[in-house]
């Protein structure tokens, strides 16, 4: 059975999306990271670099809050969990916002991301709707 759950999540457009964005969202991560994890001349980290963790925690939170809205059984319980889903994307907006800003070669990949997060909002709609 579990098989059969987890076949049918990985089917899932939505379900699919949130996981390209989970790998794109670590390889940009570890890109920036790569740039930002020197100490500036003053001995301080730059503040930019926890913006690329959440990210990637962001990211990781979308798939476990989309089984649990599939799961739920009743719609209050649903609507929470497609709640947690709309926070979730608004934050990785904002961060994706927030590295632009930053001084490495990274962040030229921030649109690609962005653009997947625009697909998935697409998705997300129509997904709200079989609910």
């Excluded at 964005?21 to 570890?30: E, K, N, Y």
């Excluded at 990271?33 to 963790?53: A, K, P, R, V, W």
């Excluded at 959440?54 to 319980?77: G, Y």
């Amino acid at each position: 059975m579990s098989q059969h759950i987890h076949s049918y999540f990985s089917e899932m457009p939505l379900y699919q999306k949130a996981m390209d964005i989970i790998v794109l969202s670590r390889s940009i991560s570890t890109y920036i990271n790569h740039d930002l994890c020197t100490l500036s001349e003053n001995g301080e980290e730059d503040e930019h670099i926890y913006f690329s963790g959440d990210i990637v925690q962001q990211s990781a939170c979308l798939t476990p809050e989309i089984v649990n809205a599939e799961r739920a059984r009743f719609s209050d319980k649903k609507h929470e969990h497609v709640e947690a889903v709309n926070r979730l994307v608004s934050k990785l907006y904002n961060n994706c916002k927030r590295l632009e800003r930053i001084n490495s070669n990274g962040k030229d990949y921030l649109p690609i991301l962005k653009k997947e997060l625009k697909k998935f909002r697409k998705l997300q709609r129509t997904w709200m709707l079989t609910l």
